[in-house]
């Protein structure tokens, strides 16, 4: 059985930083792109971020400059830093990834059970 687990999310002040980490453990044989989305209650949920397992990232218009996304293959593990936090960045964050277990032929998706990020003073 695949799993993501998020950890890093918190309360922070406007302009502050915070490091969102998620780690994908079980029968992986390989993993292609993961990413993050963020959803608010009420919206639809949205994309954050992504990288593919060669290094090339993707941003949303509303993040670009102020997040980086980055990886740990050996790890399995994704990254999101962000920087200059604003207060509509408050969301639930939510990792994916692509992921091939082992014995599979087939790729799955999967998603991380959502991590909290509120930006407030």
């Known amino acids: 059985q695949v799993q993501l687990v998020e950890s890093g999310g918190g309360l922070v002040q406007p302009g502050g930083s915070l490091r969102l980490s998620c780690a994908a453990s079980?029968?992986?044989?390989?993993?292609?792109?993961m990413g993050w989305y963020r959803q608010v209650l009420g919206k639809q949920r949205e994309l954050v971020a992504t990288?593919?397992?060669?290094?090339?990232?993707n941003y949303a218009d509303s993040v670009k400059g102020r997040f980086t996304i980055s990886r740990n293959n050996t790890k399995n593990t994704v990254y999101l830093q962000m920087n200059s936090l604003k207060p509509e960045d408050t969301a639930v964050y939510f990792c994916n990834a692509d992921i091939l277990g082992r014995g599979r032929i087939t790729w799955s998706n999967y998603w991380g059970q959502g991590t909290q990020v509120t930006v407030s003073s």
């Open positions: 079980g029968s992986i044989l390989s993993i292609n792109a």
């Open positions: 990288i593919r397992s060669g290094g090339s990232t």
